[in-house]
């Protein structure tokens, strides 16, 4: 009875690492150079981002979520779950109380690489690399940008 135990327990061991992957983890350090208008609640931003691709697979594009983006009209992904939820603050919000991000302009190690936002999620973009980032490797991508700070009261993004 014992033998026919653990030959289940290892039997159940090896199905169940046989279906599982191996577990990694990219490697993404940030370096913002910002400075703030406090008056009229604006950043203005240069980005260094490094990026390992731990991944066992060979990248050709990655993505970025463009938060600010999601405070930019009622038909994004956050506007519609406001008000699901039953908020209308930022349904009927003005245009100037709103935010975005602008000003993107992505470079991988020093060149210009092709990058669109998602048609039905403005607030994410997809950058497609000039060549395919190798497992183990790393790029530095730069990019400018510029946030329209939305009003505190639809979210913790936001001014009060």
């Known amino acids: 009875m014992k033998k026919q135990?653990?030959?289940?327990?290892?039997?159940?061991?090896?199905?169940?690492?046989s279906f599982s992957q191996a577990y990694f983890q990219q490697d993404v350090n940030y370096f913002i150079n910002v400075r703030l208008d406090d008056v009229k609640h604006e950043l203005f931003a240069d980005e260094t981002i490094v990026y390992t691709n731990n991944s066992p697979n060979d990248l050709?594009?990655?993505?970025?979520?463009?938060w600010p983006n999601a405070?930019?009209?009622?038909?994004?992904?956050?506007?519609?779950?406001?008000?699901?939820n039953g908020s209308t603050k930022f349904h009927y919000s003005k245009?100037?109380?709103r935010g975005y991000i602008d000003s993107i302009n992505f470079k991988v190690n020093g060149e210009s690489v092709k990058w669109a936002k998602e048609k039905t999620n403005i607030d994410i973009c997809k950058i497609i690399l000039n060549e395919p980032l190798l497992s183990g490797k790393t790029i530095t991508i730069t990019t400018p940008f510029h946030v329209k700070i939305p009003i505190g009261v639809f979210s913790r993004l936001g001014h009060i």
């Open 60 to 66: 050709t594009f990655l993505y970025f979520h463009l």
């Open 71 to 84: 405070y930019k009209n009622n038909k994004t992904a956050r506007g519609k779950q406001l008000l699901e």
């Open 5 to 17: 135990f653990f030959a289940l327990i290892f039997l159940c061991f090896v199905i169940i690492r």
């Open 95 to 97: 245009k100037e109380q």
